[in-house]
């Protein structure tokens, strides 16, 4: 049985494989941003009978790589993430800078934190939630393109810094 930290379980694919996860019988902590949303996981964890560990987790706050190093992590899973449209010519500063902390800096951050459990026991995964635009690029996404980007470049840097260790990363 494996400890699983999903990030961004909120709704759609975090919760689903949080879900899903958590039935195969890993230990599945599903990370939800708004404390509301844990009260409505652990409903749909009841609902199907699976025991999942929700805790209220925001990638953009500082205190989260620091509480997520105490716990014992065999697979991140960043999923959390935002899409911020619009054209780059447009995009206020302010949702530019928050689009990155969401997208890139939260995640790396948590990564760093949960990495120095993972390098200790010498295996481990990690998965980068990344998209097909991370690959390419359309108009009004440059944003959220630009963020992915990024994700696939770290992601790929880290592979292979961290593959000596035992631990694989992934997209």
Known sequence: MSTILITGAATGFGAETALR????GHHVIAGVQIPAQVYALQQQAAARGVTLQVESLDVTDPATPQRASAWDIDVLLNNAGISEGGS???IPADNLRWQYEVNIIGPVLLTQAVLRGMIRRGSGRIVFMSSVAGLTTDPFAGAYSSSKHALE????????EVQEFGIEVAT
């Not at 470049?153 to 292979?160: G, K, P, S, T, Y």
Request: hydrophobic fraction near 75%; proline fraction near 0%.
């Open 88 to 90: 780059i010519a447009d």
């Open 21 to 24: 996860l958590a039935a195969a």
């Open 153 to 160: 470049a770290i992601a790929e840097a880290l592979r292979q």
